[in-house]
């Protein structure tokens, strides 16, 4: 089957991450049991009641102290799961080709990569193989990196070197920030406004804090990690909601707080920060009061750029090694003991968007450098 062919089957089997992703895990499991693998299934149940599978499909190893420790030398990583689509993209589920590219749900982020990697296995001589390769199939990740996380958990095995798909348009990518959320709850007490002094907004008392956290995002500028656009530590304040009417004084405001972390700084740096700012205020105003739960912490990730990883996918995709600005599941096989890059083909700028696509020289140029790679690493 061709690569084309392939991304074909598996966009049209609808895996948005709200729904199970036992489909796609079935289709892929039998495709990787007929090219010679031994396959794993890890179930889980998500928060909402739903089955997700991670699949492990690894080549039997002929290196005994590798198998002894379960450690592979090349895994291929994939996630299974889209964002959803709109129903009025009606061909969302139908590869479409149209100049030269593929579009469909998926079709880019990151059901390419997985095809060009069924490619590559089913174009092996696997007997040829003297070093174990593992193809890795996640759940979630569009909504937290969920699978990968419980993988790296679960350590059903190790790894040596990982490509972790997502577009790149085919550049390595060896260094991407961290993503952490923070929900906060500012406390006030309500009144009616006509009596401002019997009540203390919480409103107020939020932008207050909201200050504190520009200058916060001020202060991180001054650490920087080249490589990285910007090269700071990055803040967000990207929701806000408070009070409940225009005539009485806010009792409650709740805000998210976003914050993209470099390598090299601790996820919750940033937030101690701010937990720093809340005590500030509170000592200047014992009525301050505010909640803080962090939410959220992936962290960042960075891979030598003289691993030989880097330098191999530098030398074959004849470009420059890069960082990313999006999440990964690149952290959670570092967990597993890899080097990780971040590679596939299609643009992350298109990913997520109605009419996602991939250009096809860039998917089938992706089989040859995995190909490639699968024979540098594992032959
Ligand atoms: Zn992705």
Not at 52 to 80: I, P
Not at 206 to 233: M, N, S, V, W
Request: net charge negative; glycine share 8%; aromatic share 6%.
């Amino acid at each position: 089957m061709t690569v084309q062919e392939t991304l074909r089957e598996l966009v049209a089997i609808d895996s948005v991450s709200q729904r199970s992703n036992a489909e796609i895990i079935s289709y892929l499991a039998t495709r990787c049991e007929s090219a010679g693998f031994n396959v794993t299934r890890l179930p889980y149940i998500d928060d909402h009641g739903i089955e997700k599978v991670n699949l492990v499909a690894q080549t039997s190893v002929c290196d005994s102290a590798a198998e002894a420790n379960s450690t592979v030398e090349l895994a291929l990583v994939g996630h299974t799961d889209t964002v959803p689509y709109d129903p009025a993209w009606i061909e969302a589920l139908r590869l479409t080709e149209d100049n030269g590219k593929l579009f469909g749900r998926g079709a880019c982020d990151t059901k390419a990569f997985i095809s060009a990697a069924l490619t590559a296995i089913e174009s092996t001589d696997l007997s040829k193989l003297n070093k174990s390769l593992a193809l890795v199939f996640t759940a979630d990740e569009e909504i937290g990196c969920l699978g990968a996380k419980r993988l790296a958990a679960a350590r059903p095995f190790g790894a040596r070197y990982a490509i972790v798909g997502e577009p790149t348009a085919l550049q390595p990518m060896r260094a991407g920030k961290g993503y952490c959320l923070a929900e906060i709850t500012v406390r006030g007490r309500e009144a009616h406004s006509a009596y401002p002094q019997i009540g203390a907004s919480a409103i107020i008392r939020a932008a207050r804090l909201i200050g504190r956290i520009e200058q916060i995002a001020d202060e991180l500028k001054h650490d920087e990690r080249a490589g990285f656009d910007p090269p700071c530590t990055t803040m967000n304040v990207g929701l806000i909601e408070g009070g409940t009417a225009k005539n009485i004084i806010a009792g409650a405001c709740r805000l998210t707080l976003e914050w993209r972390t470099i390598p090299g700084q601790e996820s919750d740096y940033a937030l101690d920060l701010v937990r720093q700012a809340a005590a500030d205020l509170h000592r200047q105003d014992a009525d301050f009061v505010c909640e803080i739960d962090a939410a959220r912490a992936d962290e960042s990730f960075e891979t030598r750029a003289d691993s030989p990883l880097v330098q191999f996918l530098e030398v074959t995709s004849a470009k420059e090694s890069g960082t990313v600005a999006f999440g990964t599941e690149a952290p959670s096989l570092i967990d597993l003991g890899a080097e990780a890059v971040v590679f596939g083909p299609g643009d992350i700028r298109v990913a997520h968007r109605t009419g996602e696509f991939v250009p096809i020289d860039q998917l089938n140029e992706c089989v040859r450098i995995l190909q490639h790679s699968i024979e540098h690493f594992c032959m």
